[in-house]
């Protein structure tokens, strides 16, 4: 199996806090400064990448420093443009008189619950698929760990939903033909549009389960909840066919920090420590020291990159 870095997709997961956006920027950085084009991409709806470089970031790569690129994608925005999309590719096709039911069908269709998801997947696919010509790597910042591993797994669900969904547009095809073309037999556009999708799934779902190319990192911090947690999350991944290489120890308290205090609570942290060694030992471990304060800007972020460098030096 690859290490993380000679993977070209990488996604950074883990618990809510404990620096997954962080960590993405810092690895991205990295990742730039050894001459990689990489693209850094936020699929996390309470987006921080941009404070972190001090800049606002769009569904459009924006620049950030030599070799490196970033990305927010908007849940919501996406959703508005592949509803418009939708009706768009529709137009003409449906007979006139049903354009307002089939449009009212759509955006009902569109404030489901899952439409936002499903649409921050479709662009995450299409980032995929462009960008992964263009970048040589492609860093993930992800949302926390539940909704990371429903959106990885989504390709597969999606998969089988889909072909469902196509069995089931087939024998509907024949009655079909009513609706549109006012009456003259065509052949079933969403069908079409079924079928590409899954083939674009298909594609992507190769792409994320080969580790030849996709590569997963966790971030941690070493207490008791978010071992936990990190453990499920492997395993879960695991049952996907997804293996998780690489832990990233966030905010081990530095052997500098003085103090009875922090001596007692470094005890404690040895304890954790010893546990996540024992606990993960197929994966990579990097201990990233906490910082007397954020990590707030490009300069800090330099500083916290260079815990990364091991990760992403050669070790071939
Ligand atoms: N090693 C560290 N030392 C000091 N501060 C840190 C360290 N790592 C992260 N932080 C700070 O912790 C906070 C949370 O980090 P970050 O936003 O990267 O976490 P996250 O996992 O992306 O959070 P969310 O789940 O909310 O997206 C930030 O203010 C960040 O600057
Ligand atoms: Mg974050």
Same mark, same amino acid.
């Given at each position: 199996m690859k290490t993380i870095n000679e993977n070209k997709i990488i996604f950074v997961g883990g618990k809510g806090g404990v620096g997954k956006s962080t960590s993405s920027a810092a690895l991205a950085v990295t990742?730039?400064?050894?001459?990689?084009?990489?693209?850094?991409?936020?699929?996390?709806?309470?987006?921080?990448?941009?404070?972190?470089?001090?800049?606002?970031?769009s569904h459009e790569k924006t620049n950030l420093m030599k070799n490196l690129w970033g990305i927010e994608i908007d849940?919501?925005?996406?959703?508005?443009?592949?509803?418009?999309g939708v009706k768009d590719n529709l137009e003409g096709l449906v007979k006139t008189k049903m354009v307002e039911e089939v449009h009212r069908q759509i955006d009902m269709a569109s404030a489901s619950p899952g439409a936002d998801e499903a649409a921050l997947f479709d662009r995450l696919i299409s980032i995929i698929l462009e960008e992964g010509n263009q970048f040589d790597k492609i860093v993930f910042d992800t949302a926390p760990t539940g909704h990371t591993i429903r959106l990885l797994t989504l390709p597969e669900l999606m998969g089988v939903w889909m072909d469902g969904m196509l069995e089931r547009r087939k024998t509907m095809n024949n009655n079909y033909t009513q609706l549109l073309n006012d009456g003259e037999p065509v052949d079933d556009p969403i069908y079409d549009v079924l079928q590409k999708r899954r083939e674009k799934?298909?594609?992507?779902?190769?792409?994320?389960?080969?580790? !030849? /190319?996709?590569?997963?990192?966790?971030? +941690?911090?070493? @207490?008791?909840?978010?071992?936990?947690?990190?453990? $499920?999350?492997?395993r879960q991944l695991q049952q996907?066919?997804?293996?998780?290489?690489t832990l990233i120890?966030?905010?081990?308290?530095?052997?500098?920090?003085?103090?009875?205090?922090?001596?007692?609570?470094?005890?404690?942290?040895?304890?954790?420590?010893?546990?996540?060694e024992n606990l993960?030992? !197929? /994966?990579?471990?990097?201990?990233?020291? +906490?910082?007397? @304060?954020d990590i707030a800007?490009?300069?800090?972020? $330099?500083?916290?990159?260079?815990?990364?460098?091991?990760?992403?030096?050669?070790?071939?």
């Open positions: 990742l730039a400064e050894e001459g990689n084009q990489t693209l850094v991409v936020s699929t996390d709806p309470a987006h921080n990448l941009g404070d972190i470089f001090h800049t606002s970031l849940p919501h925005h996406e959703s508005k443009r592949y509803i418009e799934f298909s594609a992507v779902r190769e792409i994320i389960l080969d580790p !030849e /190319q996709t590569g997963f990192a966790f971030v +941690l911090i070493p @207490e008791r909840l978010p071992i936990l947690e990190t453990q $499920k999350a492997v996907h066919n997804l293996h998780v290489k120890v966030n905010k081990v308290l530095p052997s500098h920090a003085d103090g009875a205090f922090l001596e007692k609570r470094r005890k404690q942290e040895k304890v954790y420590l010893d546990e996540i993960f030992k !197929e /994966q990579r471990l990097v201990n990233v020291p +906490l910082f007397e @304060e800007d490009k300069d800090q972020l $330099k500083i916290f990159s260079q815990h990364f460098k091991s990760l992403v030096s050669v070790q071939k």
